[in-house]
């Protein structure tokens, strides 16, 4: 274990500016891709290679190319999603900030296999510092020839473009991301038409994840099948961990698929165990929409198998036992959280962030704030619980754009594995610091709730 | 202030005039947001209805256009605000690392509450949703730097520079990055 392959050089004095990166083998995939392969060869590399959205969704990457519409004389785009918003997910930012260039080499070499002569960078207002960092290293590279008109003399011309956001989570959702860079409010579309038939201005369009970009440049380097044999099954490849909560070592780790969860968060490689030496309580393995789970259910599968670091693994089990891989976004809690206190957080976080379109998203989320909110104050009853349930029941599935399930998942899971939680707030409200949820609540007035 | 009376610098028309050569002809619209976050960082940090009209008409787009993408965005001021805002992430993994305390020491050192801003218009404290810095909980965003790893003593100091410098912060600000 420990393989790195995108981070392999992050540590590298001077690799965020061009002359180390090239040293470093920068730039040879858009080499070999411009020089030596078709794009539908690049394509080809892409599927073999099974590297899955590493955005949270985990669909085939090469499958979502090969959806690409190409009528004649459309332009074609590709969008970088580097709208990073998941709360428990900061890889992208370590990446961009690291090694920007292994992003813009990317951008060019899936560009030329999609046929995209422009590209866009769409990365959350909140990351203003890394447009900076981001735009030296693509004037760097145009200043190199790997941009620009006619790149190593072939007939493939690209340019490459970052556009900031507002703040605003659901911008993360790709066509919301696509409304959001036509400079509208970030509404999710409807699907159909998938954004590989009419996305960015109508065009065929491929939003990707700053990570599944990045990961293009060494399964052209190496071929997709070097890249297949890495990881576990129909989890190839390597995926960036942002580990935070009660952890010894926060970060950003590089993990080879397949790694067992109880190494990942007990080894002093990764997180170094729990902070204070506690005990563990409870995992948000992939982001704060995935289900959360109990220690014992996060580190072995129901059938008792060693839980590992996969999207099968972590997903064995269903949303009974199981959970999601996501975005790699892990958050570890300790013996001393309270779980309910924790969803209050997501719960606000998603009404905070629901964009309003669809009625139970914008009414459900607000809704769940406002039971937990009840209950966390000292004035919740049992039967809070179990219409917190059925609201979340209401919302899964019934909106456009996956922020519903988002939403109603940690809420589910929340109750299913720890429902003492929620009752031990009911039963003694005297513990309860009251004053502190009333004041860190933005939307409710304390009085009326 | 009449709409005539506000104007982009000339070297932020300039910055205008490139951004909007970034999109498609006819998809000037495009440049929207980063002409928002420009006008908010050159007009006293926050968008006041002749600035955004202001923004329509560079762009050759309705006002409603602006009113409505500008009311979306949480980075937006729609109101005017301290020099300094003070933003807080109270999402789970800084909450699960004392965020809460943060927020609290802030409001008792500045005597201000959550969306107050300080009397002499220094401060503002906000609360945030997840800005991407949870390994390194607790933290805040104050213009476009991140200060990360919180104490109450990092905190304070934060506070006693700002206040010496005595400068309007803002997301473009130019930031020189440290240690990760």
Same mark, same amino acid.
């Given at each position: 274990m420990g393989?790195?392959?995108l981070l392999?050089?992050?540590?590298?004095?001077g690799?965020q500016?061009?002359?180390v990166?090239?040293?470093?083998g920068?730039?040879?995939?858009v080499e070999?891709a411009?020089?030596?392969?078709s794009a539908?060869?690049?394509?080809?590399?892409?599927?073999t290679s099974?590297?899955?959205g590493?955005?949270g969704?985990?669909?085939?990457?090469?499958?979502?190319?090969?959806?690409?519409?190409?009528?004649e004389?459309?332009?074609?785009?590709? &969008?970088?999603?580097?709208?990073?918003?998941?709360?428990g997910?900061?890889?992208?930012?370590?990446l961009?900030s690291?090694i920007?260039? !292994? !992003?813009?080499?990317?951008?060019i070499?899936?560009s030329y296999?999609?046929g995209?002569?422009?590209?866009?960078?769409y990365i959350?207002?909140?990351?203003?510092y890394?447009i900076?960092?981001l735009e030296?290293?693509?004037e760097e590279?145009y200043a190199?020839?790997?941009?620009?008109?006619n790149?190593l003399g072939?007939?493939f011309?690209?340019?490459?473009?970052?556009h900031?956001?507002?703040g605003?989570?659901?911008?993360g959702e790709?066509?919301?991301l696509l409304?959001s860079?036509e400079g509208?409010?970030?509404?999710?579309r409807?699907?159909p038409?998938?954004?590989?038939?009419k996305g960015l201005?109508?065009?065929?369009?491929? &939003?990707?994840?700053?990570?599944?970009?990045?990961?293009?440049v060494p399964?052209?380097n190496?071929?997709?099948?070097a890249?297949?044999n890495?990881?576990?099954?129909?989890?190839?490849?390597?995926?960036?961990i942002?580990?935070?909560?009660h952890i010894k070592?926060?970060?950003v780790?590089?993990v080879?698929?397949? !790694?067992?969860?109880e190494?990942?968060i007990?080894?002093?490689e990764?997180?170094?165990?729990?902070l204070?030496d506690?005990?563990?309580k409870a995992?948000?393995?992939?982001g704060?929409?995935?289900p959360?789970l109990?220690?014992?259910l996060i580190?072995t599968t129901?059938n008792?198998e060693p839980? !590992?670091?996969?999207y099968?693994s972590?997903?064995?089990?269903?949303?009974q036992?199981?959970?999601?891989?996501?975005?790699?976004g892990?958050i570890?809690?300790d013996?001393?959280t309270?779980?309910a206190k924790n969803?209050?957080?997501?719960?606000?976080?998603?009404?905070?962030?629901s964009c309003g379109q669809?009625?139970?998203c914008r009414?459900?989320t607000?809704w769940?704030e406002?039971?937990l909110?009840?209950v966390?104050?000292?004035k919740?009853?049992m039967?809070?619980?179990d219409?917190l349930w059925?609201?979340?029941?209401?919302?899964?599935?019934?909106t456009i754009c996956p922020l519903?399930?988002?939403?109603?998942?940690p809420?589910?899971?929340?109750?299913?594995h720890?429902?003492?939680?929620?009752e031990?707030?009911?039963?003694?409200?005297?513990g309860l610091?009251?004053t502190?949820?009333?004041?860190?609540c933005?939307?409710?007035?304390p009085e009326?709730? | 202030?009449?709409t005539e009376?506000?104007?982009?610098?000339?070297?932020?028309?300039?910055?205008v005039k490139?951004t909007?050569?970034?999109?498609?002809?006819?998809?000037?619209k495009s440049?929207l947001?980063?002409?928002?976050h420009?006008?908010?960082a050159e007009?006293?940090?926050?968008?006041s209805?002749?600035?955004?009209?202001?923004?329509?008409?560079l762009?050759?787009i309705?006002p409603?256009?602006?009113?409505e993408?500008?009311? @979306?965005?949480?980075? @937006?001021?729609?109101?005017?605000v301290g020099?300094?805002?003070?933003e807080?992430?109270h999402?789970s993994s800084?909450w699960?690392?004392?965020a809460? +305390?943060i927020?609290d020491?802030i409001?008792?050192?500045l005597?201000i509450?959550?969306?107050?801003t300080?009397? +002499?218009?220094m401060f503002?404290?906000k609360?945030?949703?997840?800005?991407?810095s949870?390994?390194?909980a607790p933290?805040?965003?104050?213009?476009?730097?991140y200060h990360?790893h919180?104490?109450?003593?990092k905190v304070?100091?934060?506070? +006693?520079n700002?206040?010496n410098?005595?400068?309007?912060?803002t997301?473009?600000d130019e930031v020189?990055?440290e240690n990760?």
């Amino acid at each position: 274990m420990g393989k790195k392959i995108l981070l392999e050089h992050a540590e590298v004095p001077g690799i965020q500016g061009y002359e180390v990166y090239r040293e470093k083998g920068g730039y040879r995939s858009v080499e070999k891709a411009l020089k030596t392969m078709s794009a539908e060869q690049v394509v080809e590399e892409v599927k073999t290679s099974g590297v899955r959205g590493r955005g949270g969704a985990g669909f085939p990457a090469g499958m979502k190319w090969s959806f690409l519409a190409k009528p004649e004389g459309v332009p074609r785009y590709l &969008v970088c999603n580097a709208d990073e918003s998941e709360p428990g997910t900061f890889k992208d930012r370590y990446l961009m900030s690291k090694i920007p260039h !292994l !992003l813009i080499e990317g951008m060019i070499t899936a560009s030329y296999a999609l046929g995209a002569n422009t590209s866009y960078i769409y990365i959350r207002g909140e990351y203003y510092y890394l447009i900076g960092i981001l735009e030296k290293a693509i004037e760097e590279a145009y200043a190199n020839g790997w941009l620009g008109k006619n790149i190593l003399g072939t007939d493939f011309s690209h340019d490459l473009y970052v556009h900031p956001g507002a703040g605003a989570y659901i911008c993360g959702e790709e066509t919301a991301l696509l409304e959001s860079l036509e400079g509208k409010r970030g509404n999710p579309r409807m699907k159909p038409p998938f954004p590989a038939v009419k996305g960015l201005y109508d065009c065929p369009t491929v &939003v990707n994840n700053v990570e599944t970009i990045a990961a293009v440049v060494p399964i052209i380097n190496d071929g997709g099948e070097a890249y297949a044999n890495i990881g576990i099954g129909r989890s190839t490849g390597t995926k960036l961990i942002s580990a935070s909560g009660h952890i010894k070592k926060p970060g950003v780790y590089e993990v080879e698929m397949g !790694l067992p969860v109880e190494e990942f968060i007990y080894s002093d490689e990764y997180c170094g165990g729990i902070l204070n030496d506690k005990k563990l309580k409870a995992v948000v393995a992939g982001g704060s929409s995935v289900p959360i789970l109990p220690a014992d259910l996060i580190l072995t599968t129901a059938n008792g198998e060693p839980r !590992l670091m996969s999207y099968e693994s972590l997903s064995d089990g269903g949303f009974q036992t199981g959970t999601m891989l996501g975005s790699g976004g892990f958050i570890v809690m300790d013996e001393t959280t309270n779980i309910a206190k924790n969803l209050y957080n997501f719960t606000r976080f998603y009404h905070h962030e629901s964009c309003g379109q669809c009625s139970p998203c914008r009414e459900g989320t607000a809704w769940m704030e406002k039971i937990l909110h009840k209950v966390l104050a000292g004035k919740g009853s049992m039967e809070d619980i179990d219409l917190l349930w059925d609201i979340q029941t209401k919302i899964d599935g019934n909106t456009i754009c996956p922020l519903g399930e988002a939403a109603s998942w940690p809420v589910a899971s929340a109750i299913r594995h720890f429902r003492q939680d929620f009752e031990e707030l009911v039963k003694n409200p005297a513990g309860l610091d009251e004053t502190r949820y009333y004041y860190h609540c933005n939307n409710i007035n304390p009085e009326v709730a | 202030m009449s709409t005539e009376e506000i104007k982009f610098s000339e070297e932020s028309l300039a910055l205008v005039k490139k951004t909007i050569a970034k999109y498609p002809e006819g998809r000037q619209k495009s440049a929207l947001l980063p002409i928002l976050h420009l006008a908010q960082a050159e007009f006293d940090g926050w968008l006041s209805v002749p600035v955004m009209d202001y923004v329509a008409s560079l762009l050759d787009i309705q006002p409603i256009e602006v009113y409505e993408v500008a009311s @979306f965005y949480s980075m @937006f001021n729609l109101k005017p605000v301290g020099k300094c805002i003070l933003e807080v992430c109270h999402t789970s993994s800084c909450w699960l690392r004392g965020a809460d +305390d943060i927020v609290d020491h802030i409001s008792n050192k500045l005597n201000i509450k959550v969306g107050e801003t300080t009397a +002499d218009g220094m401060f503002t404290l906000k609360t945030v949703e997840c800005l991407g810095s949870c390994g390194s909980a607790p933290m805040l965003m104050c213009g476009s730097q991140y200060h990360e790893h919180l104490t109450f003593e990092k905190v304070d100091g934060l506070i +006693d520079n700002l206040r010496n410098e005595n400068k309007r912060t803002t997301y473009l600000d130019e930031v020189k990055v440290e240690n990760y």
